[in-house]
């Protein structure tokens, strides 16, 4: 297990992120050097030790006019961490209606709207999580981004306001009701992970992996080319789950890398892999059970996950 001095110095190499590393180079300094825990960063050359650099130079100091020398857009931390939850709600409702404009158009079919929805709207969250400050509180304000989400489905799903272009892009038959099922466990899962677990450890990113990349893929290779289903279940197919498991492998790892490039852990990347090999082949058979009906896949695919992650991952944290 981590300290919390040591999480919060491990989160301090959260520098890496590109609006951090970027202020960090008022125009004042040319040369550019940064240690953040184990990591250090030569900005000025453009190499690094531990990570690789993310921007150039000329990238950098045309970001660094518009920032605080601390990373931050604003000098102190709420406003910074007040500003991207704004900016990243205000990018959710974009997005979603994107889809729907995109259903509209007749571009794309409900159903594989609503699973695109569900695969990129997760995996994009947690990829933004290192642009929120180092705060303690930073997590609070990430959290507003899904339980916002959360009052708006409850508050469509229940019909107080009808937004038919809302329904269309997240349900697959069109009622509002559906609002309440699916995507409102989706949301409820991403609020747990980011109170619970947030960029400190792998356990709630790998469970997102899952869910969203996973469970997401496993639906539309699944539909399209699941002919022969599972002996237990015949609404799954062996398709569906195979692609489950390899995708929510993939978006593990990748997120992982992710987040450890960008020096918010170290791992042990050969027993991680084996763990998230073993997560992803345990959340795929709990997807696969006839239990839908009882427990939604948005609720027993990260449930798994994390009762997995929490056992296994603090073992291979360096
Ligand atoms: C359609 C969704 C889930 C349904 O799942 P299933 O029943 O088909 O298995 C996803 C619902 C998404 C939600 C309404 C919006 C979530 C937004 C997220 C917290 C922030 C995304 C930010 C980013 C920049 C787009
Ligand atoms: N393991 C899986 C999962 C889904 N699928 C396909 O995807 C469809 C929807 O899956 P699901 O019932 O899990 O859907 P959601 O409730 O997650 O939206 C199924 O009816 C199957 O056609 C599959 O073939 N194999």
Redesign the pocket.
């Known amino acids: 297990m981590m300290m919390p001095a040591m999480a919060s110095s491990r989160q301090g190499s959260s520098l890496a992120c590109p609006l951090a590393l970027a202020g960090c180079c008022s125009p004042a300094r040319n040369a550019f050097l940064i240690k953040a825990s184990s990591a250090s960063f030569d900005l000025s050359s453009n190499l690094t030790t531990n990570s690789p650099a993310l921007w150039k130079p000329s990238q950098l100091a045309s970001v660094a006019s518009h920032l605080t020398p601390s990373g931050l857009l604003f000098h102190d931390h709420t406003s910074h961490d007040l500003l991207c939850t704004l900016a990243v709600f205000a990018s959710s409702f974009v997005w979603i209606r994107f889809f729907d404009f995109l259903v509209q158009k007749n571009v794309l079919e409900q159903k594989l709207s ?2 695109l929805v ?1 695969i990129s709207t997760g995996i994009l969250y947690a990829l933004l999580w290192p642009v929120f400050s180092i705060s303690p509180w930073s997590r609070y304000f990430a959290l507003a981004i899904p339980f916002a989400n959360a009052v708006r489905l409850l508050v469509y799903g229940l019909g107080i306001i009808k937004d038919e272009a809302v329904v269309k892009s997240i349900s ?1 038959s069109g009622s509002s009701r559906e609002l309440l099922g ?1 995507p409102f466990y989706y949301v409820v899962a991403l609020s747990l992970c980011t109170v619970f677990f947030w960029r400190d450890s792998p356990v709630g990113i790998v469970a997102l992996a899952v869910m969203c990349g996973g ?1 997401g893929i ?2 539309i ?3 399209r080319l ?1 002919s022969i289903k ?1 002996p237990y279940n015949p ?3 062996w ?3 195979i692609s ?1 498991f390899f995708f929510s492998f993939a978006f593990s790892v990748s997120l992982l890398y992710y987040y450890s490039s960008l020096g918010f852990y170290q791992l042990n990347w050969s027993s991680a892999v084996q763990i998230v090999a073993l997560i992803s082949f345990s959340a ?1 058979i709990v ?2 059970l006839p239990i ?1 009906s009882h427990l ?3 609720m027993s695919v990260p449930l798994i996950s994390v009762l997995m992650g929490s056992a296994l991952f603090p073992g291979v944290l360096l």
């Open positions: 609503r699973k569900h697959r699916g469970d496993a639906d290779i699944g539909r699941g599972l609404s799954k197919s398709v569906g789950s489950m795929t997807e696969s839908s939604d896949d948005n």
